[in-house]
């Protein structure tokens, strides 16, 4: 019998979505998604031409939004099988250097001016090795920006989600895909009620959600359910993870009331 650990399946279960999912079009791409991942701890504006890296870069939807920013240079760190498609989808890929491997092995360089990593570490079981990697790839001075799935403002969502995902993280993808469109014209009619009704999730569901494609809601759907692991963070343990890793001046942002935007600073000495 062979054993695969969690943070390889993980992996693979995001390769195999990547090379069904490939383009990143419209809203789920744009800068304006981007300025609100970032608000308000930096806008798009703070980045141009500065040297950067992406970890865990999927299918290369951020890595467009920083050249959009107008970003100097980009490290982009994939691990999957999807590797391919990630340096295929990239717009001014003379701008990039693409590295197929995981977020603990990035370089240090210590000459960045910022790393991020968006939706990333909540799918690894450890994320230290990671978050230290990006310490030393950071020059003194430099900025870590992560946003990771929140605990609190999630108390329905999760009740609801993690039940599900005992079962979904093994089903095979057309089994999946149905299930995503079973799940899909709900959601639309919840995303047109939450116009009128104060529900959970709400300022998600009109300022992101409700502004993607059908076809991009589907993918937010099927990669919810998908992976083999994911962790919803408390505030506590967001900051923690920061701490840990040596970052000072830590802020944090409760985005929408339901995720973390966490930026922290590698000490000047
Ligand atoms: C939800 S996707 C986010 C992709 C991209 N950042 C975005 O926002 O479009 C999570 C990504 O994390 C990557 N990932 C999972 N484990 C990783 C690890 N140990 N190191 C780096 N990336 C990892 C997966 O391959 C996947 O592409």
Redesign the pocket.
Known sequence: MSFIRS?DQ??KD??DQ?LRYTDNEGYYGSIELFSDILSPILTPDDIRGCRVA?????VG??VNMLLQAGVKHVIA????QAFGALSRNIQESQKVTFLNV???QLPPYGNLDFVFS???LH??KNPLP?VEAAFRALRPGGHFLVWLYGKEGNGLYLALIRPLRVLTKHLPHYMLASLVEIIYWPLVLYIKFCHRLPLPLRGYMLSVLEKMSPEKRRLIIY?QLNPAYAKYYTRFEAEKLFSDGNFENIRIHHRHGYSWTVIGTKPLT
């Open positions: 943070e993980t992996i995001f390769g990547w992406e970890i865990g870069s999927g939807r951020i760190v994939g691990p999957s995981t977020g603990d968006i939706g990333v799918h690894i990671v990669d």
